[in-house]
């Protein structure tokens, strides 16, 4: 479901570079749907890179997409037109110092469709940071995991709220059942989080127990 959800957001006729594409079965399935008109399957492990060099070679598309063993954006070489960038199933943190890391290689004219596995803030601060507005964010919940999808593309300069950073700042408009089932989980967490750091007197540090309670009042208010 999740990648079914990544694909949605993949632009008709898309040059794709699917970055950590493990058995490359984003790319595949565009490419056999007819959705995109070649791909760039990166990955940075050997096991995973035969594994997407298999799967491409078993739907006889080595002339569509090809597989590299490379790490991060140096999947992506200037001849390779690349308009669409997908990095799914790693930490947002992850996410972002591969796009930090990798920042020459992008035109900046790609959409960047993300998928984070948490750290979803630091992510969101890196594209504010580097001038990508957020033109689409959902939530969806599957085997009992919440996951976010951001697609971002580069434009103007864009300023987010801390709390827009935090939570996503279109998800804080649509507010989908998702979203609020998501953060109804997380504020449940972090209460007992603070409940048991009171009870146990345990030695945190300050900072780390104000950013809770911080936290702990956003998601109140935002769910109130």
């Known amino acids: 479901m999740r990648l079914e959800r990544v694909a949605a957001h993949i632009p008709a ?5 699917d970055i950590g594409s ?3 079965y984003l790319p595949v399935a565009l490419m056999r749907r007819g959705v ?9 492990a050997l096991t995973p890179f035969n594994a997407a060099t298999r799967t491409v070679h078993e739907n006889a598309l080595e002339q569509q997409i090809t597989v590299r063993l490379a790490n991060g ?7 390779d037109g690349i308009t669409a960038v997908s990095l799914c199933g790693m930490g947002g943190e992850t996410i972002r110092d591969i796009l930090e890391s990798g920042k020459a290689r992008l035109s900046g004219l790609e959409r960047l469709i993300l ?16 001038d990508y507005r957020i033109l689409c964010e959902e939530v969806l919940r599957e085997n009992r995991f919440d996951y976010e999808i951001i697609v971002a593309e580069r434009g103007d300069p864009v300023s987010y709220t801390e ?15 998702a979203f609020l089932g998501k953060w109804q989980r997380r504020l449940r967490q972090k209460q007992k989080t ?3 750091l009171t009870r146990a007197n345990t ?4 900072e780390k127990r104000q950013e809770l309670v911080r936290q702990t009042g956003w998601i109140t208010a935002l769910l109130g």
């Open 13 to 17: 006729g898309a040059h794709l570079a």
């Open 22 to 24: 493990d058995h490359g």
């Open 163 to 177: 709390q827009e950073l935090y939570f996503g700042p279109l998800q804080m408009q649509a507010r989908t059942a």
């Open 194 to 196: 603070l409940a048991h």
């Open 203 to 206: 030695a945190v540090p300050e």
């Open 73 to 79: 954006l140096d999947a992506i070489e200037p001849g």
């Open 115 to 130: 998928q984070p596995n948490g750290g979803e803030q630091p992510l969101r601060q890196w594209l504010m940071d580097n």
């Open 36 to 44: 995109i008109a070649a791909a760039v399957a990166g990955e940075v």
